[in-house]
């Protein structure tokens, strides 16, 4: 059982398209991650949020973290192939990060 | 230091079959995760450790699962009596406590070692 849930969990677009990508959970996090996992290899951190309401921005991603710090969102403007992934929310607990279910993107060139 | 090393990459292993995998953590992190991850869903925690002490243990680690990290530097985690639903990527993160009691940083991640039990 995860505590964080992803949708949608499957994402097939066309490059050049919007998406968001959700995390909802019903606990409380101190902070939320965002990684991205390509096939064989670990996940990859993107960002880290830490305060309600906050928005940050990394190129064409933009990250949103809920007022309550119980969501989180993903924002990519004019997708590419190479957005191609496995996208992982990660709530952060007193010492522990907990994992969201995973959204998985394919960009179609 | 070029990062979290995982080895093996790969084991396929017979059911009932015992496993040891092994993590080295960057250098100079002090903390350091277990975590098992099948195809396309997130990772679930296993196990962390700060140090050498095992600070936490998820309900997933059940008896026949053990990790340790006797000179707070590489980890082992074995698995015995291997059974079918241990399949899976085992992943290994490791990341640097700033402040005692803080939330994790970031965590680096290894390539994973992927159990196969037939």
């Known amino acids: 059982t995860q505590l964080l849930e992803q949708s949608p969990q499957f994402l097939s677009i066309q490059e050049g398209e919007n998406l968001t990508v959700y995390c909802n959970s019903s606990?409380?996090?101190?902070?939320l991650q965002w990684y991205r996992q390509e096939p064989g290899e670990g996940p990859v951190l993107l960002v880290t949020v830490v305060t309600g309401g906050e928005v940050k921005k990394l190129k064409r991603l933009t990250f949103q973290f809920g007022d309550a710090r119980k969501d989180s969102s993903l924002h990519i403007t004019a997708a590419q192939p190479g957005d191609t992934g496995l996208y992982l929310c990660a709530g952060a607990g007193a010492n522990n990060l907990f994992f969201g279910t995973g959204t998985r993107l394919t960009v179609i060139p | 230091d070029t990062g979290v090393s995982q080895n093996p990459r790969h084991k396929i292993t017979k059911r009932g079959q015992n496993v040891t995998f092994r993590c080295d953590p960057i250098?100079?992190?002090?903390?350091l995760y277990w975590y098992r991850q099948t195809l396309g869903q997130g990772p679930e925690f296993l196990t962390y450790?700060?140090?050498?002490?095992?600070?936490?243990k998820s309900r997933l680690l059940s008896d026949r699962f053990s990790a340790e990290r006797p000179k707070g530097s590489f980890s082992t985690l074995e698995i015995q009596r291997t059974e079918q639903g241990d399949s899976a990527m085992y992943l290994c993160?490791?990341?640097?406590?700033?402040?005692?009691?803080?939330?994790?940083?970031?965590?680096?991640f290894g390539e994973g070692s992927r159990l196969t039990v037939l």
């Open positions: 606990s409380v996090f101190s902070s």
């Open positions: 993160a490791s990341s640097s406590l700033l402040v005692q009691g803080s939330s994790p940083g970031e965590l680096f």
């Open positions: 250098s100079e992190h002090n903390r």
């Open positions: 450790f700060q140090n050498e002490a095992q600070l936490e």
